[in-house]
């Protein structure tokens, strides 16, 4: 199996040695592990890709790669000029260091990997690792993920999930904020909302008296739906939610039409 990674923590990111790990044992030994991630850290950039400037692309070492841009960037680098002539059969971004639940898949950068992966027709992951007071301070951080990752995407492709006539899915995966040995199991679950929370700014002057705005993410404990994605994780279980493209809220669609149809 020939695997292209990438992430939006950037290439040095110790989330991306633990991504290569999982990548490693899925290949196998007569597989190939291919690196295209940012050179810089690209965390919140979603879906974004450069369309209105050319992304600098340099080898760093064997099948390893770093691209000025984004996630997008780096997997539409990594199809179509690192594999061009032998395209990944499967497409993995992360793992993220952080959790991308909830409201914050719509940001995630790690998650725009994966999506473009799908746009491009090849079966694709995201991987984030949720950090808490149980596994911030521990000597790996990323061990939940690193022990269950390869076992969560087997499982996953072997289930053969079919494909309508639509957008190709991605697969969200979150594993909980405990070390592996508090990992309770796997559970497919929808993308939640945490309540009475949202990304904010944060005001900061500087010396010169400008003005500056910081971005910052809302309480990420905060109450979920029972059983959406961070309401598992925060239970110690392995999130799996299946995503498309297609943003169509389709559960309006009828009342919509029928609006403009008694006008």
């Not at 990438?6 to 790990?21: C, F, R, S, V, Y």
């Not at 974004?48 to 050319?54: L, Q, V």
């Not at 971005?215 to 392995?238: F, H, K, P, W």
């Amino acid at each position: 199996m020939r695997i292209l990674i990438t992430n939006d923590d950037g290439i040095n990111a110790p989330g991306l040695a633990a991504l290569e790990q999982i990548a490693t044992e899925l290949a196998g030994p007569d597989g190939e592990v291919w690196v295209v991630a940012p050179a810089f850290e690209q965390s919140g950039v979603a879906h974004c890709i450069s369309y209105t400037h050319p992304t600098m692309i340099a080898q760093m070492g064997p099948r390893r790669f770093a691209a000025e841009g984004s996630p997008a960037d780096c997997v539409l680098a990594g199809v179509h000029h690192v594999l061009k002539d032998t395209p990944p059969d499967l497409i993995l971004s992360g793992v993220n260091r952080g959790n991308n639940s909830a409201e914050n898949a719509l940001y995630s950068g790690t998650l725009g990997g994966a999506l473009e992966g799908a746009l491009q027709g090849i079966p694709s992951f995201a991987l984030s690792q949720y950090l808490g007071p149980e596994n911030y301070d521990i000597e790996d951080p990323f061990e939940a993920s690193r022990v269950f990752g390869a076992e969560v995407i087997r499982k996953v492709l072997a289930a053969q999930i079919p494909e309508g006539p639509t957008y190709r899915m991605f697969y969200n995966v979150n594993f909980p904020p405990v070390p592996a040995s508090g990992v309770k199991g796997t559970r497919a679950a929808v993308q939640g909302l945490r309540l009475g929370t949202c990304f904010a700014v944060e005001p900061h002057k500087a010396p010169s008296g400008r003005m500056f705005l910081w971005a910052r993410g809302g309480d990420q404990r905060a109450v979920t739906q029972e059983g959406c994605d961070a309401d598992m994780n925060l239970r110690g279980y392995i999130s799996v939610t299946p995503m498309r493209a297609d943003l169509t809220a389709h559960d309006v669609m009828a009342p919509l039409a029928q609006a403009f149809e008694q006008g």
